[in-house]
Nanobody, 123 residues
């Protein structure tokens, strides 16, 4: 069993920055990869960035490359998403997720999910 708890969302103006955190509890040793997803109202959930456990590899959606950075603190069992140059189109609920055997940005390949944290960017 695994529990994921996100924090760090909020409201910012365009061009601003936020850092999301995702603390993991439980069977963390079984995690193969982690990812951040987001879902805006009326839209499908989309992958933002993912990382092999330990940060050995990372991958980003084209829409966030150069602006977002995914990272991990293994001592704290925490995943981060640093978001810079935020734009109104980044407004969504952001979720972290953990997979036990996959490395992708496909939501259906993730086994555990956090409750989500809201990010709102105003123009």
């Amino acid at each position: 069993q695994l529990q994921l708890v996100e924090s760090g969302g909020g409201s910012v103006q365009a061009g601003g920055s936020l850092r999301l955190s995702c603390a993991t509890f439980g069977d963390t040793i079984s995690i193969y990869s982690m990812a951040w997803f987001r879902q805006a109202p009326g839209k499908e959930r989309e992958g933002v960035a993912n990382s092999l456990q330990g940060g050995r590899a990372t991958n980003y959606a084209e829409s966030v490359k150069g602006r977002f950075t995914i990272s991990q603190d293994n001592d704290k069992n925490t995943l981060y998403l640093q978001m810079n140059s935020l734009q109104p189109e980044d407004t969504a609920t952001y979720y972290c997720a953990a997979a036990f055997s996959q490395y992708s940005l496909r939501p259906n390949e993730y086994n555990y999910w956090g409750q989500g944290t809201q990010v709102t960017v105003s123009s």
